[in-house]
Each structure stands twice: as structure tokens, then as C-alpha cells.
């Protein structure tokens, strides 16, 4: 998996991108929390749950069902969000895919159940340029620095780039429709 400090690259990439008007707080708040959610699985090691039960790490909170579960509660509460029912289920559910997708990139584990509960099987992308961080303590140590810092690299950077690109896009149609 990725470390759970670089999965909200996504949702933050795409609420700089789109402004506080766009993704107000609250909802930005629900994507970052979208995007580490599927890594609540982890609690699985503490019960005994084996790795590649279809409950254990990567399976079902890493699945496409999973996301669109997420996002249709985060949708429910859209008022909470102070969003338009849409654009929460919309920015929640890229928030929540990007996790599987982004561990799917990762050269370490059993792989993602995308497909679950229709299939078990599990997928990695066919380039694996991110380490896999280590899980619990282990984290904090020099290999977690390096993943971590290999992140910085292959997630936050792009995210920003993105981002930055986005936010600065709107700011010059904002200036265009001024003038």
C-alpha cells in the first residue's frame, strides 16, 4: 500500500484544482477521509483475518462496490457537505477509487480486489513504480522514509502540478470574464 499520508494527494489535487467554492471544506474533508478509508481493513490483522481473505488488506474495502458505498453515504449527507448531492457522490467516489488504484501501482502485497464481491481475484497495474510502505510501526523506520519519499515524487508532485495548473486556469477565466 501506499502510506497512508499520500493518499489524499487526489482529493486535495482536485479541490486546489476547483476551488472552496467548488469543494467547500466539509467536503474536502470527506474526500481525504474517502481516500484512507479503505485502509480501515487494516484492522483485520489485529482479528486474524489472513491477508488474502477476501476481507483481509486489499479486498473489499479496496473494490469499485466499496467506493460507490462510500460515496453514496458521504451523498446522503450532502447538506452537511454544502454541496449539491452529485458533485459529493462524484468527489467522494474518485476520492475512495483513487486509494485501490494508487495501491494497485504499488510493487508489494497481494495485489486489489477491484472486482469484489464478484471476484476475488486480485489485480496490479502493470507498472509498479511505488514501494509498498511498510505496515504499522515498521513505518516510521528508514524504509518508510523511503517510500515515503518516493511518494513525494510519484504522488504529491503530479497532484500538485495538477492542482496548481487547475487553480491557475480558474483564477486567469476568472480575470478573462472580469475584463
Known amino acids: 500500500m501506499a502510506t497512508i499520508f499520500s493518499h489524499p494527494a487526489v482529493p486535495v489535487a482536485i479541490a486546489l484544482a476547483l ?3 467548488t469543494i467547500p471544506r466539509p ?3 470527506a474526500g481525504i477521509i474517502s481516500s484512507i478509508l479503505p485502509d480501515a481493513d487494516c ?9 488474502a481473505s477476501q476481507f483481509g488488506h486489499r479486498g473489499a474495502t479496496h473494490s469499485i462496490v466499496f ?3 462510500v460515496a453514496a453515504v458521504w451523498a446522503w449527507q450532502h447538506k452537511d457537505m454544502q454541496a449539491k448531492p452529485l ?6 467516489f474518485i476520492a475512495c477509487i483513487s486509494h485501490p488504484l494508487i495501491d494497485a501501482m504499488t510493487d508489494g502485497g497481494l495485489g486489489v480486489a477491484f472486482f469484489w464481491p464478484f471476484s476475488a481475484e486480485r489485480y496490479f497495474f502493470p507498472l509498479n513504480p511505488i514501494p509498498v ?3 504499522g510501526a515498521h ?3 528508514a524504509r518508510g522514509l523511503e517510500v515515503f519519499l518516493t511518494e513525494l515524487g ?6 500538485f502540478v495538477i492542482g496548481g495548473a487547475g487553480f491557475i486556469l480558474r483564477k486567469f477565466v476568472k480575470k478573462e470574464k472580469a475584463a
Not at 484492522?43 to 491477508?51: C, S
Not at 458533485?87 to 467522494?92: C, D, E, G, I, S
Not at 510519484?154 to 497532484?159: G, S, V
Open 19 to 21: 476551488g472552496n467554492k
Open 27 to 29: 467536503l474536502l474533508i
Open 43 to 51: 484492522i483485520g490483522f489485529a482479528f486474524h483475518i489472513p491477508y
Open 67 to 69: 467506493a460507490l458505498l
Open 87 to 92: 458533485l459529493v457522490f462524484a468527489y467522494t
Open 133 to 135: 510502505s511498510p505496515i
Open 139 to 141: 513505518f516510521f523506520s
Open 154 to 159: 510519484m504522488l504529491w508532485l503530479p497532484a
